[in-house]
């Protein structure tokens, strides 16, 4: 691996990173949640390769790429694009394990739990329904583990085990995290290191995980974000650098 030099901060690398998520996606809903960057990264795929994306403010409004309501969405017909495959999402995740199961609802036993987060919310019928894509901002053991505590977003063993009418439009395309992005493209469908951030080592990726990553033995670099692409997040989408609040360089 060659050493790549740029003057994009790990933030910007995200946000490209997760644009990326919704390439070739055509004209689907795209849902990003979980933080800035994911917003982000969906209104720059639109700017450039994704023209035909819709976006939405998460409620009843169709938006433009500067969240400006361009249309309206009534609830039952983003239902009908989100249980048709006609939507795709990224989440945020509390935990991950190597199937990509996801946890947002509690730490620990359910019944007593030590810590109540978010709840399941509509991650089961999100990820059996259409593509769900992960963000990350603190790639941690504390994630990444061998299993999670609940599932809530449904990984690739769980929906293989569900059949047909579970995988039909189950894919999770990416998890992109502040230390590179991770994909599923593996015979069994276990999580793989895809790409590293530059600056970051597959070692340190190693031993932020909590269990045994597939890591191959000539790991590239993450996209570098290109200069029209750069020009839009630091000007256009994000002057005030909310980003690197979030994903610090």
Not at 77 to 86: D, M, N
Request: hydrophobic residues 40%.
């Amino acid at each position: 691996m060659t050493t790549q030099t740029t003057t994009a901060t790990r933030a910007d690398y995200c946000v490209t990173a997760c644009a990326d998520t919704w390439r070739d996606a055509g004209e689907v809903l795209a849902s990003p949640m979980g933080g800035l960057i994911p917003l982000l990264g969906a209104r720059l795929a639109k700017r450039t390769f994704a023209p035909d994306l819709m976006l939405t403010d998460g409620e009843a409004m169709l938006v433009g790429i500067d969240g400006t309501p361009e249309g309206w969405l009534p609830y039952g017909q983003h239902l009908a694009l989100a249980t048709s495959g006609r939507r795709q999402q990224m989440m945020g995740a509390s935990q991950l394990d190597r199937y990509g199961n996801q946890n947002i609802s509690c730490i620990g036993d359910w019944q007593r739990p030590e810590r109540q987060l978010l709840g399941v919310r509509g991650a089961p019928m999100n990820t059996l329904n259409h593509p769900v894509s992960y963000f990350v901002a603190r790639h941690s053991t504390r994630v990444f583990v061998e299993k999670v505590d609940m599932v809530c977003g449904v990984g690739y063993d769980n929906a293989a085990a569900a059949g047909p009418s579970a995988t039909r439009y189950h894919r999770i395309p990416a998890v992109v995290t502040n230390l590179g992005v991770l994909d599923f493209e593996t015979p069994d469908h276990s999580m793989r290191l895809a790409s590293l951030h530059p600056g970051v080592t597959a070692d340190e990726v190693r031993a932020a995980t909590g269990f045994d990553l597939v890591i191959p033995e000539d790991v590239p670099y993450t996209r570098e974000p290109a200069a029209d692409e750069l020009r839009l997040i630091r000007d256009v989408l994000d002057p005030k650098g909310g980003r690197d609040r979030e994903v610090p360089s």
